[in-house]
């Protein structure tokens, strides 16, 4: 991430590979646990979750460890006054609540 330019751009596009990550954890496999933690997310985070599309996924196969450490790199580099940036601590709840 040193490299890169625009890192708000690049932390908004990897917020949606997280949401990708999630939604397929939460929406696609169906367990007890993840349906348990999807009923006591914020409504907004379940819409944004339904609309992300799973199936661009290379690798479903990501441990949630990872995807937390994802996740937390995402808002460090998202200024607070973004559009995503309460979707993005949401998401930090989430993978919290997953671990």
Same mark, same amino acid.
């Given at each position: 991430?040193?490299?890169? @330019?625009?890192? =708000? #751009? *690049? +932390?908004?596009?990897?917020?949606? !590979?997280?949401?990708?990550?999630? %939604?397929?954890?939460?929406?696609?496999?169906?367990?007890? @646990?993840?349906? =348990? #933690? *999807? +009923?006591?997310?914020?409504?907004? !985070?379940?819409?944004?979750?339904? %609309?992300?599309?799973?199936?661009?996924?290379?690798?479903? @196969?990501?441990?949630?460890?990872?995807?937390?450490?994802?996740?937390?790199?995402?808002?460090?580099?998202?200024?607070?006054?973004?559009?995503?940036?309460?979707?993005?601590?949401?998401?930090?709840?989430?993978?919290?609540?997953?671990?």
């Amino acid at each position: 991430i040193l490299e890169v @330019e625009d890192k =708000e #751009l *690049l +932390a908004s596009q990897l917020l949606v !590979l997280v949401g990708q990550r999630l %939604a397929y954890a939460l929406l696609h496999t169906q367990t007890k @646990e993840g349906m =348990e #933690l *999807l +009923a006591r997310l914020p409504p907004t !985070l379940c819409t944004w979750l339904k %609309a992300m599309d799973p199936q661009d996924l290379k690798n479903v @196969e990501v441990s949630i460890t990872t995807t937390a450490k994802l996740v937390n790199k995402v808002i460090e580099h998202l200024p607070e006054n973004h559009g995503q940036y309460s979707i993005a601590l949401h998401l930090i709840e989430a993978v919290e609540g997953m671990s």
